[in-house]
Protein backbone atom coordinates (compact mmCIF):
# COMPACT_ATOMS: atom_id res chain seq x y z
CA UNK A 1 0.00 0.00 0.00
CA UNK A 2 1.15 3.09 -1.04
CA UNK A 3 0.17 6.84 -0.12
CA UNK A 4 0.69 10.08 -1.77
CA UNK A 5 0.37 13.63 0.21
CA UNK A 6 1.38 16.40 1.45
CA UNK A 7 2.14 17.35 5.07
CA UNK A 8 0.31 19.33 7.68
CA UNK A 9 2.15 19.57 10.31
CA UNK A 10 1.70 19.29 14.24
CA UNK A 11 3.09 19.65 17.58
CA UNK A 12 3.26 17.00 20.70
CA UNK A 13 0.46 15.73 22.35
CA UNK A 14 -2.63 16.28 20.35
CA UNK A 15 -5.33 15.32 22.32
CA UNK A 16 -8.51 14.05 21.02
CA UNK A 17 -10.61 16.70 22.49
CA UNK A 18 -8.75 19.29 19.77
CA UNK A 19 -8.74 16.46 16.83
CA UNK A 20 -12.68 16.11 17.60
CA UNK A 21 -14.35 18.35 20.25
CA UNK A 22 -16.58 16.14 22.77
CA UNK A 23 -19.66 18.41 21.56
CA UNK A 24 -19.86 16.71 18.35
CA UNK A 25 -19.89 13.19 19.46
CA UNK A 26 -23.47 12.81 18.60
CA UNK A 27 -22.59 12.84 15.18
CA UNK A 28 -23.03 9.83 13.47
CA UNK A 29 -22.45 10.37 10.23
CA UNK A 30 -18.76 10.62 9.00
CA UNK A 31 -18.74 13.30 6.56
CA UNK A 32 -20.37 15.17 9.56
CA UNK A 33 -18.02 14.38 12.16
CA UNK A 34 -15.06 15.29 9.33
CA UNK A 35 -16.47 18.89 9.18
CA UNK A 36 -14.91 19.13 12.82
CA UNK A 37 -11.89 17.78 12.23
CA UNK A 38 -9.45 19.35 14.29
CA UNK A 39 -11.90 22.31 15.18
CA UNK A 40 -10.17 22.84 18.47
CA UNK A 41 -6.63 23.50 17.29
CA UNK A 42 -7.22 24.63 13.78
CA UNK A 43 -10.38 26.00 12.71
CA UNK A 44 -8.75 26.18 8.77
CA UNK A 45 -7.91 22.15 8.74
CA UNK A 46 -10.77 21.25 6.84
CA UNK A 47 -9.76 23.76 4.46
CA UNK A 48 -6.42 22.92 4.05
CA UNK A 49 -6.96 19.21 3.35
CA UNK A 50 -9.53 19.23 0.48
CA UNK A 51 -6.84 17.43 -1.56
CA UNK A 52 -6.25 14.93 0.86
CA UNK A 53 -2.78 15.14 3.44
CA UNK A 54 -0.59 12.77 5.55
CA UNK A 55 -0.13 14.38 8.98
CA UNK A 56 3.33 14.41 10.63
CA UNK A 57 3.11 14.74 14.27
CA UNK A 58 5.61 14.82 17.73
CA UNK A 59 4.90 12.61 20.38
CA UNK A 60 1.93 11.09 21.80
CA UNK A 61 -0.65 11.57 18.90
CA UNK A 62 -4.25 11.37 19.50
CA UNK A 63 -3.83 10.80 23.81
CA UNK A 64 -6.91 11.41 25.67
CA UNK A 65 -10.41 9.82 25.64
CA UNK A 66 -11.30 6.89 23.98
CA UNK A 67 -13.35 8.24 20.61
CA UNK A 68 -13.05 6.54 18.10
CA UNK A 69 -15.31 9.79 16.23
CA UNK A 70 -11.59 11.17 16.38
CA UNK A 71 -9.79 9.37 13.93
CA UNK A 72 -13.39 9.04 11.81
CA UNK A 73 -13.09 12.42 11.74
CA UNK A 74 -9.61 12.95 10.15
CA UNK A 75 -10.32 10.09 7.52
CA UNK A 76 -13.04 10.98 6.37
CA UNK A 77 -11.51 14.99 6.19
CA UNK A 78 -9.55 13.91 3.85
CA UNK A 79 -6.55 12.50 6.08
CA UNK A 80 -4.83 9.46 4.22
CA UNK A 81 -2.07 8.59 6.26
CA UNK A 82 -0.88 9.55 10.20
CA UNK A 83 2.73 9.82 11.05
CA UNK A 84 4.01 10.51 14.06
CA UNK A 85 7.10 9.96 16.75
CA UNK A 86 4.95 8.25 19.25
CA UNK A 87 0.90 7.36 19.34
CA UNK A 88 -1.44 7.18 22.10
CA UNK A 89 -2.50 3.25 22.53
CA UNK A 90 -6.31 3.59 22.07
CA UNK A 91 -6.13 6.29 19.11
CA UNK A 92 -3.62 3.86 17.18
CA UNK A 93 -5.72 0.96 17.60
CA UNK A 94 -8.92 3.01 16.69
CA UNK A 95 -6.89 4.36 13.33
CA UNK A 96 -6.50 0.79 12.48
CA UNK A 97 -9.78 -0.52 13.44
CA UNK A 98 -11.16 2.23 11.09
CA UNK A 99 -9.11 1.82 8.28
CA UNK A 100 -6.25 5.01 8.62
CA UNK A 101 -2.93 3.85 8.47
CA UNK A 102 -0.76 5.27 11.43
CA UNK A 103 2.99 4.91 11.30
CA UNK A 104 5.38 5.52 13.83
CA UNK A 105 8.60 7.06 12.88
CA UNK A 106 11.37 8.34 15.14
CA UNK A 107 12.86 11.61 14.38
CA UNK A 108 10.23 12.37 11.41
CA UNK A 109 8.95 15.98 13.30
CA UNK A 110 12.57 17.09 12.26
CA UNK A 111 12.83 16.11 9.13
CA UNK A 112 9.37 16.99 7.12
CA UNK A 113 8.24 20.51 7.06
CA UNK A 114 4.46 21.59 6.45
CA UNK A 115 3.28 20.94 2.36
CA UNK A 116 6.37 18.48 2.18
CA UNK A 117 5.01 16.17 -0.49
CA UNK A 118 5.86 12.46 0.85
CA UNK A 119 5.16 8.86 -0.31
CA UNK A 120 4.49 6.33 2.44
CA UNK A 121 5.20 2.60 1.71
CA UNK A 122 3.51 0.78 4.42
CA UNK A 123 4.16 -2.47 3.88
CA UNK A 124 7.66 -1.50 3.64
CA UNK A 125 7.71 0.91 6.61
CA UNK A 126 8.89 3.65 4.29
CA UNK A 127 8.72 7.08 4.17
CA UNK A 128 10.33 9.25 1.20
CA UNK A 129 10.38 13.27 1.43
CA UNK A 130 10.21 14.08 -1.96
CA UNK A 131 10.68 17.82 -1.48
CA UNK A 132 13.72 17.10 0.73
CA UNK A 133 14.90 13.70 -1.00
CA UNK A 134 15.25 11.90 2.13
CA UNK A 135 14.30 8.61 3.25
CA UNK A 136 13.18 7.51 6.78
CA UNK A 137 12.78 4.43 7.95
CA UNK A 138 9.40 3.92 10.17
CA UNK A 139 7.95 1.19 12.56
CA UNK A 140 6.82 -1.49 10.16
CA UNK A 141 3.30 -3.03 11.15
CA UNK A 142 2.73 -6.31 12.22
CA UNK A 143 1.17 -8.82 9.61
CA UNK A 144 -1.91 -8.98 11.38
CA UNK A 145 -2.52 -5.46 11.35
CA UNK A 146 -1.84 -5.17 7.47
CA UNK A 147 -4.15 -7.87 6.61
CA UNK A 148 -6.77 -5.07 8.88
CA UNK A 149 -5.94 -2.64 7.00
CA UNK A 150 -6.04 -4.26 3.45
CA UNK A 151 -9.88 -5.01 3.98
CA UNK A 152 -10.05 -1.28 4.66
CA UNK A 153 -10.83 -1.73 8.59
CA UNK A 154 -11.83 -4.09 11.30
CA UNK A 155 -15.80 -4.33 10.18
CA UNK A 156 -14.54 -5.66 6.97
CA UNK A 157 -12.11 -7.79 8.19
CA UNK A 158 -14.58 -9.52 10.59
CA UNK A 159 -17.17 -9.55 7.49
CA UNK A 160 -14.23 -11.67 5.54
CA UNK A 161 -13.53 -14.01 8.63
CA UNK A 162 -17.49 -14.41 9.42
CA UNK A 163 -17.98 -15.74 5.81
CA UNK A 164 -14.87 -17.46 5.25
CA UNK A 165 -16.10 -19.81 9.04
CA UNK B 1 5.52 -12.60 36.49
CA UNK B 2 3.72 -9.52 37.53
CA UNK B 3 0.11 -9.29 38.29
CA UNK B 4 -0.81 -7.72 34.75
CA UNK B 5 1.31 -10.27 32.84
CA UNK B 6 -0.60 -13.31 34.97
CA UNK B 7 -3.87 -11.96 34.23
CA UNK B 8 -2.98 -11.92 30.12
CA UNK B 9 -1.33 -15.17 30.20
CA UNK B 10 -4.76 -16.86 32.35
CA UNK B 11 -6.81 -15.06 29.72
CA UNK B 12 -4.73 -16.03 26.73
CA UNK B 13 -4.66 -20.03 27.98
CA UNK B 14 -0.56 -19.53 28.62
CA UNK B 15 1.25 -20.55 30.98
CA UNK B 16 3.50 -17.60 30.47
CA UNK B 17 4.14 -14.34 28.69
CA UNK B 18 6.46 -11.96 28.31
CA UNK B 19 6.18 -7.87 26.89
CA UNK B 20 6.24 -7.08 23.58
CA UNK B 21 4.56 -10.32 22.94
CA UNK B 22 0.69 -10.16 20.98
CA UNK B 23 -1.85 -12.60 22.48
CA UNK B 24 -5.44 -13.25 21.78
CA UNK B 25 -7.20 -12.62 25.44
CA UNK B 26 -10.70 -14.22 26.60
CA UNK B 27 -13.30 -10.85 27.90
CA UNK B 28 -14.42 -11.16 31.24
CA UNK B 29 -16.46 -7.95 31.14
CA UNK B 30 -17.17 -5.18 28.64
CA UNK B 31 -18.59 -1.91 28.88
CA UNK B 32 -20.23 1.05 27.32
CA UNK B 33 -22.03 3.95 27.49
CA UNK B 34 -23.97 6.65 25.99
CA UNK B 35 -21.50 8.52 23.62
CA UNK B 36 -19.50 4.98 22.56
CA UNK B 37 -22.64 2.71 22.57
CA UNK B 38 -24.18 3.80 19.49
CA UNK B 39 -21.25 3.23 17.34
CA UNK B 40 -20.46 0.18 18.65
CA UNK B 41 -23.63 -1.09 18.02
CA UNK B 42 -23.59 0.61 14.75
CA UNK B 43 -20.12 -1.29 13.92
CA UNK B 44 -21.70 -4.74 15.26
CA UNK B 45 -24.96 -4.20 13.01
CA UNK B 46 -22.03 -3.61 10.39
CA UNK B 47 -20.22 -6.95 10.65
CA UNK B 48 -23.27 -8.90 10.46
CA UNK B 49 -23.63 -10.57 13.79
CA UNK B 50 -26.88 -10.99 15.30
CA UNK B 51 -26.46 -12.03 18.87
CA UNK B 52 -23.64 -11.02 21.20
CA UNK B 53 -21.40 -13.51 22.37
CA UNK B 54 -22.54 -13.56 25.82
CA UNK B 55 -24.69 -11.45 27.43
CA UNK B 56 -24.35 -11.51 30.77
CA UNK B 57 -20.89 -10.11 30.59
CA UNK B 58 -21.92 -7.65 28.78
CA UNK B 59 -22.83 -4.38 30.90
CA UNK B 60 -24.08 -0.52 29.39
CA UNK B 61 -24.31 2.08 31.46
CA UNK B 62 -26.11 5.60 30.68
CA UNK B 63 -23.95 8.34 32.10
CA UNK B 64 -22.12 11.00 29.62
CA UNK B 65 -24.82 13.45 28.82
CA UNK B 66 -27.63 12.31 31.26
CA UNK B 67 -30.40 13.04 31.62
CA UNK B 68 -30.77 13.81 27.41
CA UNK B 69 -29.66 17.33 26.94
CA UNK B 70 -31.25 17.59 23.48
CA UNK B 71 -32.98 15.29 20.80
CA UNK B 72 -29.87 14.01 19.42
CA UNK B 73 -28.79 12.68 22.97
CA UNK B 74 -31.84 11.01 23.35
CA UNK B 75 -31.42 9.45 20.46
CA UNK B 76 -28.25 8.13 21.19
CA UNK B 77 -30.02 6.91 24.80
CA UNK B 78 -32.67 4.77 22.73
CA UNK B 79 -30.61 3.38 20.16
CA UNK B 80 -28.48 1.91 23.07
CA UNK B 81 -31.66 0.96 25.25
CA UNK B 82 -33.19 -0.82 22.70
CA UNK B 83 -29.89 -3.02 21.78
CA UNK B 84 -29.94 -3.84 25.77
CA UNK B 85 -33.47 -4.86 25.26
CA UNK B 86 -32.68 -6.66 22.21
CA UNK B 87 -29.69 -8.38 23.37
CA UNK B 88 -31.48 -9.51 26.93
CA UNK B 89 -28.50 -7.60 28.30
CA UNK B 90 -29.92 -7.32 32.27
CA UNK B 91 -26.61 -5.30 33.29
CA UNK B 92 -27.94 -2.08 31.90
CA UNK B 93 -28.16 1.04 34.01
CA UNK B 94 -30.74 3.37 32.55
CA UNK B 95 -31.02 7.48 34.07
CA UNK B 96 -31.52 7.26 37.32
CA UNK B 97 -30.27 3.62 38.10
CA UNK B 98 -26.18 4.41 38.06
CA UNK B 99 -24.05 6.97 37.59
CA UNK B 100 -20.67 7.66 36.01
CA UNK B 101 -19.99 4.34 35.00
CA UNK B 102 -16.38 3.56 35.93
CA UNK B 103 -18.02 3.93 40.06
CA UNK B 104 -21.04 1.98 38.90
CA UNK B 105 -19.24 -1.29 37.30
CA UNK B 106 -17.29 -0.67 40.63
CA UNK B 107 -20.05 -0.22 43.00
CA UNK B 108 -22.43 -3.28 40.95
CA UNK B 109 -19.88 -5.66 41.95
CA UNK B 110 -18.66 -6.26 37.84
CA UNK B 111 -15.45 -5.66 38.79
CA UNK B 112 -13.76 -8.45 40.43
CA UNK B 113 -9.41 -9.29 40.95
CA UNK B 114 -7.74 -11.37 37.97
CA UNK B 115 -10.24 -10.23 35.57
CA UNK B 116 -9.76 -9.46 31.92
CA UNK B 117 -12.20 -6.13 31.63
CA UNK B 118 -12.55 -3.18 28.92
CA UNK B 119 -14.65 -0.63 28.24
CA UNK B 120 -15.61 1.92 25.28
CA UNK B 121 -14.09 4.48 27.55
CA UNK B 122 -10.48 5.74 28.22
CA UNK B 123 -11.07 5.77 31.96
CA UNK B 124 -11.48 2.03 32.04
CA UNK B 125 -7.82 1.95 33.57
CA UNK B 126 -10.26 2.77 36.77
CA UNK B 127 -10.52 -0.85 37.96
CA UNK B 128 -7.12 -1.84 38.52
CA UNK B 129 -7.83 -0.37 42.02
CA UNK B 130 -9.77 -3.82 42.26
CA UNK B 131 -6.64 -5.93 40.78
CA UNK B 132 -8.30 -6.31 37.30
CA UNK B 133 -6.88 -5.77 34.16
CA UNK B 134 -9.06 -3.42 32.49
CA UNK B 135 -8.26 -0.81 29.54
CA UNK B 136 -10.04 1.04 27.40
CA UNK B 137 -10.76 0.30 23.53
CA UNK B 138 -12.66 1.97 20.58
CA UNK B 139 -16.23 1.26 19.49
CA UNK B 140 -15.42 -0.49 16.65
CA UNK B 141 -13.34 -3.04 18.62
CA UNK B 142 -15.80 -2.98 21.35
CA UNK B 143 -17.77 -4.80 18.99
CA UNK B 144 -15.37 -6.94 17.78
CA UNK B 145 -15.46 -8.14 21.22
CA UNK B 146 -19.01 -8.15 21.15
CA UNK B 147 -19.10 -10.87 18.43
CA UNK B 148 -16.12 -12.82 19.52
CA UNK B 149 -15.33 -12.33 22.89
CA UNK B 150 -11.66 -11.94 22.51
CA UNK B 151 -9.22 -9.38 21.49
CA UNK B 152 -5.86 -8.95 20.52
CA UNK B 153 -3.67 -7.04 23.26
CA UNK B 154 -0.18 -6.68 23.42
CA UNK B 155 1.72 -7.04 26.50
CA UNK B 156 2.94 -4.47 28.38
CA UNK B 157 5.99 -3.35 30.21
CA UNK B 158 5.29 -2.66 33.64
CA UNK B 159 6.39 0.50 35.94
CA UNK B 160 6.05 -0.29 39.44
CA UNK B 161 5.62 3.42 41.56
CA UNK B 162 6.18 2.42 44.98
CA UNK B 163 4.54 4.84 47.35
CA UNK B 164 5.77 5.30 51.33
CA UNK B 165 4.76 8.00 53.55
CA UNK B 166 1.91 9.35 55.29
CA UNK B 167 -0.18 12.16 53.51
CA UNK B 168 -0.60 15.60 55.31
CA UNK B 169 -3.84 17.03 55.80
CA UNK B 170 -5.64 17.76 52.92
CA UNK B 171 -2.84 16.51 50.78
CA UNK B 172 -5.24 13.52 48.79
CA UNK B 173 -4.15 10.24 46.59
CA UNK B 174 -5.46 13.03 43.63
CA UNK B 175 -2.24 15.20 44.67
CA UNK B 176 -0.05 12.18 44.07
CA UNK B 177 -1.07 11.09 41.03
CA UNK B 178 -0.74 14.78 39.84
CA UNK B 179 2.94 14.95 41.24
CA UNK B 180 3.56 11.56 39.68
CA UNK B 181 2.04 12.41 36.48
CA UNK B 182 4.17 15.82 36.33
CA UNK B 183 7.16 13.27 36.56
CA UNK B 184 6.46 10.61 34.67
CA UNK B 185 4.97 13.13 31.57
CA UNK B 186 2.01 12.56 29.71
CA UNK B 187 3.36 10.24 27.19
CA UNK B 188 6.35 8.57 29.48
CA UNK B 189 4.17 5.61 29.89
CA UNK B 190 2.84 5.30 26.57
CA UNK B 191 2.00 1.31 26.28
CA UNK B 192 3.28 0.33 29.54
CA UNK B 193 0.75 -0.74 32.99
CA UNK B 194 1.59 0.90 36.09
CA UNK B 195 1.64 -0.89 39.14
CA UNK B 196 1.16 0.63 42.34
CA UNK B 197 3.00 -0.29 45.82
CA UNK B 198 4.15 0.43 48.95
CA UNK B 199 2.87 1.17 52.10
CA UNK B 200 0.67 4.57 51.59
CA UNK B 201 -0.52 2.32 48.80
CA UNK B 202 -1.77 -0.73 51.60
CA UNK B 203 -2.97 1.57 53.90
CA UNK B 204 -5.24 3.76 51.13
CA UNK B 205 -9.13 3.49 50.73
CA UNK B 206 -10.94 1.94 47.66
CA UNK B 207 -11.41 5.56 46.78
CA UNK B 208 -8.56 6.92 47.17
CA UNK B 209 -6.90 3.77 44.87
CA UNK B 210 -9.14 4.49 42.45
CA UNK B 211 -8.13 7.98 41.60
CA UNK B 212 -4.68 6.93 41.24
CA UNK B 213 -5.55 3.84 38.62
CA UNK B 214 -8.13 6.16 36.98
CA UNK B 215 -5.27 8.90 35.98
CA UNK B 216 -2.86 6.27 34.77
CA UNK B 217 -3.79 7.18 31.43
CA UNK B 218 -2.81 10.46 30.97
CA UNK B 219 0.37 9.46 30.74
CA UNK B 220 -0.25 6.98 27.65
CA UNK B 221 -0.18 4.04 30.26
CA UNK B 222 -2.75 0.65 29.32
CA UNK B 223 -4.07 0.28 32.75
CA UNK B 224 -3.02 1.04 36.43
CA UNK B 225 -3.15 -1.85 38.73
CA UNK B 226 -3.25 -2.54 42.39
CA UNK B 227 -2.54 -5.59 43.80
CA UNK B 228 -5.55 -6.78 46.30
CA UNK B 229 -5.15 -7.22 49.86
CA UNK B 230 -7.77 -7.19 52.53
CA UNK B 231 -9.06 -3.91 51.69
CA UNK B 232 -9.33 -4.90 47.97
CA UNK B 233 -11.17 -8.73 49.26
CA UNK B 234 -13.85 -7.04 52.04
CA UNK B 235 -14.44 -4.07 48.99
CA UNK B 236 -15.17 -7.00 46.60
CA UNK B 237 -17.26 -9.37 48.61
CA UNK B 238 -19.99 -6.67 49.73
CA UNK B 239 -20.79 -5.67 45.93
CA UNK B 240 -20.82 -9.26 44.71
CA UNK B 241 -21.57 -12.76 45.34
CA UNK B 242 -19.74 -13.90 42.25
CA UNK B 243 -16.37 -15.78 42.67
CA UNK B 244 -12.86 -14.39 41.79
CA UNK B 245 -9.59 -15.46 41.92
CA UNK B 246 -6.84 -12.42 43.05
CA UNK B 247 -3.51 -12.62 41.02
CA UNK B 248 -0.98 -11.16 42.67
CA UNK B 249 2.86 -10.08 41.17
CA UNK B 250 5.79 -12.51 41.84
CA UNK B 251 8.52 -11.61 44.03
CA UNK B 252 11.11 -11.72 41.03
CA UNK B 253 8.44 -10.13 38.72
CA UNK B 254 10.30 -7.65 36.40
CA UNK B 255 9.65 -4.43 35.76
CA UNK B 256 10.53 -1.89 33.07
CA UNK B 257 11.75 0.58 35.67
CA UNK B 258 10.90 1.70 39.74
CA UNK B 259 9.31 4.98 40.67
CA UNK B 260 10.07 6.01 44.84
CA UNK B 261 7.32 8.19 45.90
CA UNK B 262 7.25 9.69 49.11
CA UNK B 263 4.02 11.77 50.43
CA UNK B 264 5.15 12.92 53.54
CA UNK B 265 6.33 16.56 52.16
CA UNK B 266 4.32 16.47 49.17
CA UNK B 267 2.09 19.90 48.81
CA UNK B 268 -1.24 20.01 47.23
CA UNK B 269 -0.89 19.95 43.85
CA UNK B 270 -2.25 21.36 40.64
CA UNK B 271 -2.11 20.46 36.68
CA UNK B 272 -2.21 23.64 34.53
CA UNK B 273 -3.75 24.39 31.23
CA UNK B 274 -4.16 23.07 28.76
CA UNK B 275 -2.20 20.25 29.75
CA UNK B 276 -2.44 17.46 32.47
CA UNK B 277 1.53 16.84 32.94
CA UNK B 278 1.73 20.76 33.44
CA UNK B 279 2.00 19.91 37.13
CA UNK B 280 2.88 22.90 39.60
CA UNK B 281 3.17 22.83 43.56
CA UNK B 282 -0.32 24.72 44.77
CA UNK B 283 2.23 27.59 46.03
CA UNK B 284 3.27 28.60 42.62
CA UNK B 285 -0.18 28.88 41.12
CA UNK B 286 -2.21 30.07 44.55
CA UNK B 287 -4.44 33.63 43.87
CA UNK B 288 -5.72 32.89 40.08
CA UNK B 289 -9.07 34.01 39.72
CA UNK B 290 -11.84 31.06 38.87
CA UNK B 291 -15.14 31.76 37.82
CA UNK B 292 -16.38 28.09 38.19
CA UNK B 293 -15.34 25.34 40.12
CA UNK B 294 -16.25 21.57 39.88
CA UNK B 295 -16.45 18.50 42.36
CA UNK B 296 -17.21 15.52 40.43
CA UNK B 297 -16.45 12.84 37.27
CA UNK B 298 -15.07 9.08 37.64
CA UNK B 299 -11.71 10.86 39.47
CA UNK B 300 -13.58 12.68 42.24
CA UNK B 301 -16.74 12.01 42.63
CA UNK B 302 -16.71 9.54 45.41
CA UNK B 303 -18.29 9.98 48.97
CA UNK B 304 -15.10 10.58 50.39
CA UNK B 305 -14.36 13.31 48.24
CA UNK B 306 -18.06 14.77 48.92
CA UNK B 307 -16.77 14.25 52.89
CA UNK B 308 -13.57 16.09 52.70
CA UNK B 309 -15.42 19.05 50.25
CA UNK B 310 -18.26 19.56 52.54
CA UNK B 311 -16.06 19.38 55.86
CA UNK B 312 -14.11 22.15 54.23
CA UNK B 313 -17.47 24.53 53.13
CA UNK B 314 -19.03 23.95 56.18
CA UNK B 315 -20.53 27.42 57.43
CA UNK B 316 -18.90 28.95 54.48
CA UNK B 317 -20.50 30.50 51.11
CA UNK B 318 -19.07 30.18 47.69
CA UNK B 319 -17.80 33.21 46.44
CA UNK B 320 -19.79 35.52 44.50
CA UNK B 321 -17.97 35.37 41.56
CA UNK B 322 -17.86 31.75 41.54
CA UNK B 323 -20.30 28.97 40.28
CA UNK B 324 -19.55 25.34 42.05
CA UNK B 325 -21.13 22.43 40.37
CA UNK B 326 -21.46 19.17 42.67
CA UNK B 327 -21.96 16.04 40.56
CA UNK B 328 -21.82 12.71 42.71
CA UNK B 329 -20.35 9.92 41.09
CA UNK B 330 -23.53 7.79 41.21
CA UNK B 331 -26.86 7.11 43.03
CA UNK B 332 -25.15 5.29 45.71
CA UNK B 333 -22.64 8.38 46.55
CA UNK B 334 -25.78 10.65 46.01
CA UNK B 335 -28.16 8.55 48.44
CA UNK B 336 -25.51 8.25 51.29
CA UNK B 337 -24.00 12.31 50.29
CA UNK B 338 -27.71 13.19 51.36
CA UNK B 339 -27.83 10.79 54.55
CA UNK B 340 -24.95 12.12 55.68
CA UNK B 341 -26.19 15.52 55.23
CA UNK B 342 -23.25 16.76 52.81
CA UNK B 343 -25.55 17.96 49.72
CA UNK B 344 -27.47 20.56 52.39
CA UNK B 345 -23.87 21.71 53.06
CA UNK B 346 -23.20 22.57 49.53
CA UNK B 347 -26.66 23.84 48.69
CA UNK B 348 -26.44 26.13 51.98
CA UNK B 349 -23.29 27.12 50.47
CA UNK B 350 -24.34 28.00 47.60
CA UNK B 351 -23.16 25.15 45.01
CA UNK B 352 -25.33 23.42 42.73
CA UNK B 353 -25.64 19.64 42.89
CA UNK B 354 -26.55 18.60 39.80
CA UNK B 355 -27.38 14.35 38.83
CA UNK B 356 -24.63 11.77 38.76
CA UNK B 357 -23.20 12.50 34.85
CA UNK B 358 -19.99 12.81 33.05
CA UNK B 359 -21.41 15.68 31.18
CA UNK B 360 -19.10 18.86 32.79
CA UNK B 361 -15.82 16.88 33.13
CA UNK B 362 -16.17 16.94 28.66
CA UNK B 363 -17.73 19.76 27.95
CA UNK B 364 -20.80 17.62 26.73
CA UNK B 365 -23.65 18.92 29.17
CA UNK B 366 -23.95 21.05 32.18
CA UNK B 367 -22.14 24.33 33.01
CA UNK B 368 -19.40 24.69 29.84
CA UNK B 369 -17.26 26.81 30.20
CA UNK B 370 -17.28 30.42 28.27
CA UNK B 371 -14.26 32.21 26.44
CA UNK B 372 -11.63 33.54 28.80
CA UNK B 373 -12.59 32.10 31.92
CA UNK B 374 -11.16 29.69 34.12
CA UNK B 375 -12.49 26.67 36.22
CA UNK B 376 -11.09 24.71 39.13
CA UNK B 377 -11.85 20.87 38.80
CA UNK B 378 -11.76 17.51 40.23
CA UNK B 379 -12.30 16.03 37.06
CA UNK B 380 -8.88 14.78 34.79
CA UNK B 381 -8.53 16.60 31.88
CA UNK B 382 -8.01 20.18 31.41
CA UNK B 383 -6.89 19.94 27.73
CA UNK B 384 -7.86 22.83 24.54
CA UNK B 385 -11.66 23.23 24.73
CA UNK B 386 -12.32 20.00 26.99
CA UNK B 387 -15.03 21.78 29.35
CA UNK B 388 -16.41 24.38 26.94
CA UNK B 389 -14.62 26.63 24.52
CA UNK B 390 -10.97 26.59 23.58
CA UNK B 391 -10.42 30.10 25.19
CA UNK B 392 -11.45 28.70 28.78
CA UNK B 393 -8.46 27.79 31.13
CA UNK B 394 -9.25 24.61 33.16
CA UNK B 395 -6.86 23.47 36.63
CA UNK B 396 -7.07 20.25 37.80
CA UNK B 397 -6.65 19.87 41.91
CA UNK B 398 -8.51 17.71 44.50
CA UNK B 399 -11.90 17.91 45.60
CA UNK B 400 -10.26 19.79 49.20
CA UNK B 401 -8.33 22.31 46.70
CA UNK B 402 -11.42 22.86 45.08
CA UNK B 403 -14.04 24.01 47.56
CA UNK B 404 -11.82 25.79 49.13
CA UNK B 405 -11.23 27.59 45.78
CA UNK B 406 -14.88 28.30 45.08
CA UNK B 407 -15.25 29.54 48.55
CA UNK B 408 -12.02 32.39 48.17
CA UNK B 409 -12.48 33.02 44.25
CA UNK B 410 -8.93 31.96 43.39
CA UNK B 411 -7.05 28.66 43.72
CA UNK B 412 -5.96 28.37 47.57
CA UNK B 413 -4.14 25.71 49.42
CA UNK B 414 -6.67 24.00 51.68
CA UNK B 415 -3.80 23.41 54.37
CA UNK B 416 -3.95 27.22 54.95
CA UNK B 417 -7.57 27.47 55.72
CA UNK B 418 -7.52 27.90 59.79
CA UNK B 419 -9.78 25.20 60.66
CA UNK B 420 -7.46 23.00 58.53
CA UNK B 421 -6.25 21.51 62.37
CA UNK B 422 -9.31 21.15 63.83
CA UNK B 423 -10.05 18.92 61.70
CA UNK B 424 -7.31 16.58 61.55
CA UNK B 425 -8.98 13.36 62.20
CA UNK B 426 -10.97 13.30 58.90
CA UNK B 427 -7.90 12.58 56.79
CA UNK B 428 -5.93 10.79 58.95
CA UNK B 429 -4.72 7.20 57.88
CA UNK B 430 -5.08 7.57 54.25
Known amino acids: MTIYGKTIKFGDNIDTDVILPGQYLLLIDPTELAKHAMKGLDPTFTRKIQDGAIIVAGKNFGCGSSREQAPLALKHAGVKCVLAESFARIFYRNSITIGLPVLRCFGISSKVEEGDELVVDLRAGEVENKSKNLVLKATQLPKFIMEILDDGGLIEHLRRRIKSE | ?430
Open chain 2, 1 to 430: MNIIEKILARASGREEVSPGEIVEASIDVAMIHDLTGPLAIKSFQKIGAKKVWNNQRIVIILDHIVPASSVKSAESHKVVRNFAEEQKIDNFYDVGQGGVCHQVMAEKGHVRPGDLIVGADSHTCTYGALGAFATGIGSTEMAAVFVTGTLWFKVPEVIKVNVTGRFQNFVTPKDLILNIIGQIRADGAIYDGIEFAGSTIQNMRIDGRMVLCNMTVEMGAKTGIIVPNETTLNYVKSRTDKPFKPVKSDLDATYKKNLEVDVTDLEPQVSCPHSVDDVKPISEVDGVEVDQAFIGSCTNGRLEDLRLAAKLMEGRKVSKRVRLLVTPASQEVYLEALKEGLIKTFLEAGAIVCNPTCGPCLGGHLGLLAPGETCISSSNRNFVGRMGSPKAYVYLASPATVAVSAVTGKISNPRLLKEAKKIDDLWKNH
